[in-house]
């Protein structure tokens, strides 16, 4: 018999998972001497979320550069000092039973702090925004090295999976979008060959047996922006250049016009991971108002998505997945509630 819930333990490659919850990337911009290391706030955070039963925890957007932060206060991992900090944040989430993910980008032309933020082409992001100096072909280059180095400082803080972030509206995305990348270069002549230089970059540092994430916007809520059959082509590009699982996200490229706005109900982007596992066969992640525990239980049920990831829920609640347990009853909770906590649980 199927048993596939929201408990129901998973094996991506290498990485084994005692359940299908993911705590989805979320910036804290709580560093605080612009240096992008981490800080208690982070350590807490992260670690929490894995006594609260998250079977992944996924670190925050880091980036590989400092011009490449949204702002001065967001994380970074571009040297020694950072990747120390972030291996105690990766020995608090094992000791606490879930496994450890970090999110490797590059904010691009939405890096809002940087003087002048950098872009496949000199296009800002609407009126508000700097306009970004496009990379030249040798820089390009360059960047996809940082992106390098980064996923090697991450796999030697030991985390256990590495997610890039394709999707937002930020570099990788931007290379990718036709709406923002209008170089006549070979990154302008193919769009995703930025992102899968990076991802084959990536591979090559990572063990062969440890899953790489990408996530992508499926679709674009703009004018003129590609739709979901845009999504899956991108999908299959990164999924052939090395990508292991696709995390399905949408829409971030420009604002967003009256008739382009995506829908706020519950479970609104599922519809895009499902149609990219169903085109191409592979594990996807779905995200987006996920945090109702039957909603999550019924997309892993279905075959909707391998993963949920979830976002605000857990801002609001550490110790979301036992209380989905606690609903749903797919585990006996002596085994996922922290003994010291067993009694909020009877
Ligand atoms: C405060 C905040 C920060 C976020 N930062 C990131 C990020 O660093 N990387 C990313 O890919 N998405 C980021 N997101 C988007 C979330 O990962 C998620 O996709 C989105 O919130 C929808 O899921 P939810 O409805 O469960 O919150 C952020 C969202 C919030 C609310």
């Not at 490797?104 to 032309?109: E, F, K, P, W």
């Not at 950098?118 to 700097?130: H, L, M, N, R």
């Not at 382009?260 to 779905?286: C, D, F, M, S, W």
């Not at 109702?292 to 019924?298: E, G, H």
Request: glycine content about 10%.
């Amino acid at each position: 018999m199927k048993d596939d819930n929201l408990f129901s333990p998973i094996k991506l490659k290498g990485l084994e998972l005692k359940n299908r919850i993911m705590m989805s990337p979320m910036c804290q911009y709580s560093v605080n001497k612009k240096d992008g290391i981490p800080t208690d706030w982070h350590y807490q955070h992260y670690i929490s979320r894995a006594v609260g039963g998250t079977g992944l925890v996924m670190v925050e957007m880091t980036n590989v550069e400092p011009d490449g932060r949204i702002t001065d206060f967001c994380l970074g991992l571009w040297n020694d000092e950072q990747k120390e900090k972030f291996k105690k944040i990766v020995e608090g989430i094992h000791t606490n039973g879930a496994k450890a993910a970090i999110q490797i980008g590059h904010a691009g032309r939405k890096a809002e702090n940087a003087e002048t933020p950098v872009g496949p082409s000199a296009i800002p992001f609407d009126e508000t925004f700097k306009t970004p100096r496009a990379l030249e072909n040798e820089e390009v280059y360059n960047m996809i090295e940082k992106y390098r180095y980064s996923v090697r400082a991450a796999v030697e803080s030991g985390f256990d999976t590495i997610e890039i972030h394709g999707a937002h509206g930020y570099l990788i995305h931007e290379f990718h979008s036709a709406r923002s990348n209008q170089r006549k270069d070979e990154f302008g002549q193919k769009l995703t060959l930025f992102g899968e230089k990076i991802i084959e970059a990536a591979r090559e540092e990572m063990p062969e047996e440890m899953p790489l994430i990408v996530r992508i916007s499926g679709t674009e809520f703009v004018a003129d922006g590609y739709g979901i059959d845009g999504g899956i082509e991108i999908a299959k590009a990164y999924y052939e250049a090395g990508a292991d699982i696709i995390d399905v996200s949408a829409g971030g490229e420009g604002p967003i016009p009256p008739f382009g706005k995506p829908g706020t109900h519950a479970g609104y982007q599922v519809p895009y991971a499902r149609k990219i596992k169903e085109a191409l066969n592979i594990p996807v992640i779905a995200v987006g108002r996920l945090d109702d525990f039957v909603l999550s239980n019924a997309v892993i049920g279905n075959d909707e998505a391998d993963l949920v990831a979830v976002g605000r829920g857990l801002l609001r609640n550490p110790y979301w997945a036992l209380e989905a347990n606690q609903q749903l009853r797919k585990v006996d909770k002596n085994e996922i509630v922290p003994h010291q906590y067993l009694a909020g649980f009877r």
